[in-house]
């Protein structure tokens, strides 16, 4: 079982800057591939970004690639989300997710993931 937590999310204006955190519990962490999603009023949950077990492998959604950045602390048990040159359109609620799944590789569907953070509202002004 893992239990997620995210932090970081707030106001800011376009063009500026945040740093999700997404804490998780449990001693699988490392073996879980982790992504972030987020869902804005009215829309679909879509898919952000996500990352393998070890860091070493990434995927970013074409709207946001070049800006944001996905990297994680196994030993904190903690995935981060960087997220630069904000736009309005990025307005959200952003969640992580931790893999339903041991494995190697990362998973850009959220079908995909079993655990999920209560997610932190992210807002760009214009």
């Known amino acids: 079982q893992v239990q997620l937590v995210e932090s970081g999310g707030g106001l800011v204006q376009a063009g500026g800057s945040l740093r999700l955190s997404c804490a998780a519990s449990g001693r699988t962490f490392s073996s879980h591939a982790m992504g972030w999603f987020r869902q804005a009023p009215g829309k679909e949950r879509e898919f952000v970004a996500a990352i393998n077990w070890n860091g070493g492998v990434t995927s970013y959604a074409d709207s946001v690639k070049g800006r944001f950045s996905i990297s994680r602390d196994n030993a904190k048990n903690t995935v981060y989300l960087r997220m630069n040159s904000l736009k309005p359109e990025d307005t959200a609620v952003y969640y992580c997710?931790?893999?339903?799944?041991?494995?190697?590789?990362?998973?850009?569907?959220?079908?995909?993931?079993?655990?999920w953070g209560q997610g932190t509202q992210v807002t760009v002004s214009s």
């Open positions: 997710a931790a893999s339903r799944d041991y494995s190697a590789r990362y998973y850009i569907t959220g079908d995909d993931y079993g655990y």
